[in-house]
């Protein structure tokens, strides 16, 4: 199958072409960009066409994958413009902007047999079949999740502009909301969300969050881009703590470690390198052949889920 990537982000560049490379599946790589001077691009042995309009590239590139990397404001015109012309689609989170433009677009792809997914990939790393088994092995179960995760977000950034996409609740909120969802597969019953940071013209820049689910399950968190970089999970449940390193961005090449303690006894698990990208577009690849749309109904249930923290993160500033 060939992929069109629409917009060349420093995470495109970074984590989705050599993703793309790595993938015998993928026999092409079509890139539309508006930089005159890519020079990621030019050591690329995948590398078909380079386009600088993205209403072009839709049209002219025959029906495959088209996996959006562009600034938030931007993901609904384009996610729905590929649907049309046939295209399976991947976006980076948020994959969409709001709820209703989600079930839309959701139910678009549905009735034309396409894949529709957000690329939060970070949960097909082995690291989580690794937690299932070191759970296995306790016989326990998670009660509670603790996250942070405060990626920096250089100043120039289209992140720090609202009317582009950007602040935290976009950028953090789709991993707030979607941990649950790995760990439990349920959405939760309640969400609640202060506002910690915003910026002059009010765009929120870090935020802190309880999600419950059922069976009294809690996901307690904070996330932005003020504070200094922080990356880590600890799940709870009776009588034991796993420590997780790095669990929403972890680099392919680096070994994740579970530090797991029960009692007064404390383990190392450690998880071989893997890089959840192209495990991510591998899965949506076979997705697609076998024509299962279902595959992206995570995003979905994750665009509901991050309407209410939106809704609660209002409500706590009295902004409703």
């Given at each position: 199958m060939n992929v069109l990537l629409v917009g060349l982000s420093r995470f495109a560049e970074k984590r989705v072409l050599?993703?793309?490379?790595?993938?015998?599946?993928?026999?092409?790589?079509?890139?539309?960009?508006?930089?005159?001077?890519?020079?990621?691009?030019?050591?690329?042995?995948?590398?078909?066409?380079?386009?600088?309009?993205?209403?072009e590239a839709l049209s002219a590139a025959p029906p495959g994958l088209v996996y959006v990397s562009l600034v938030n404001s931007l993901h609904a015109t384009v996610v729905r413009r590929a649907l049309e012309h046939g295209h399976h689609?991947?976006?980076?989170?948020?994959?969409?902007?709001?709820?209703?433009?989600?079930?839309?677009?959701?139910?678009?792809?549905?009735?034309?047999?396409?894949?529709?997914s957000e690329a939060t990939c970070y949960s097909f790393h082995p690291l989580f079949v690794a937690v299932e088994s070191v759970l296995a092995e306790l016989g326990a179960e998670v009660a509670?999740?603790?996250?942070?995760?405060?990626?920096?977000?250089?100043?120039?950034?289209?992140?720090?502009?609202?009317?582009?996409?950007?602040?935290?609740?976009?950028?953090?909120?789709?991993?707030?909301?979607?941990?649950?969802?790995?760990?439990?597969?349920?959405?939760?019953?309640?969400?609640?969300?202060?506002?910690n940071d915003r910026t002059a013209d009010g765009l929120e820049t870090s935020f802190s969050m309880l999600a419950g689910y059922p069976g009294g399950r809690t996901v307690?968190?904070?996330?932005g881009f003020t504070t200094a970089y922080q990356n880590m999970v600890r799940l709870m449940g009776k009588g034991f703590t796993i420590d997780i390193e790095r669990p929403f961005s972890a680099p392919p090449d680096m070994a994740v470690e579970l530090r797991v303690r029960t009692g007064d006894r404390a383990t190392v698990h450690t998880v071989e390198?893997?890089?959840?990208?192209?495990?991510?577009?591998?899965?949506?690849?076979?997705a697609a052949e076998r024509g299962s749309p279902d595959f992206g109904l995570s995003l979905l249930g994750d665009a509901r889920a991050l309407a209410r923290l939106r809704r609660a993160a209002s409500a706590s500033s009295g902004l409703l």
């Open positions: 050599p993703a793309i490379a790595s993938i015998r599946a993928i026999e092409k790589v079509d890139v539309v960009t508006s930089r005159a001077d890519a020079p990621s691009l030019g050591s690329m042995a995948k590398l078909g066409t380079v386009y600088h309009d993205w209403n689609v991947v976006a980076d989170k948020p994959g969409l902007p709001d709820r209703e433009t989600a079930e839309q677009l959701v139910s678009l792809a549905r009735a034309s047999s396409l894949v529709l509670n999740a603790v996250a942070v995760f405060t990626p920096p977000v250089p100043p120039e950034d289209w992140r720090w502009d609202a009317a582009r996409g950007g602040g935290a609740l976009a950028d953090t909120g789709p991993y707030a909301v979607s941990l649950g969802r790995v760990l439990w597969g349920t959405a939760p019953e309640r969400i609640d969300a202060v506002v307690v968190g904070q996330f390198p893997a890089d959840s990208m192209q495990l991510f577009l591998s899965a949506v690849l076979d």
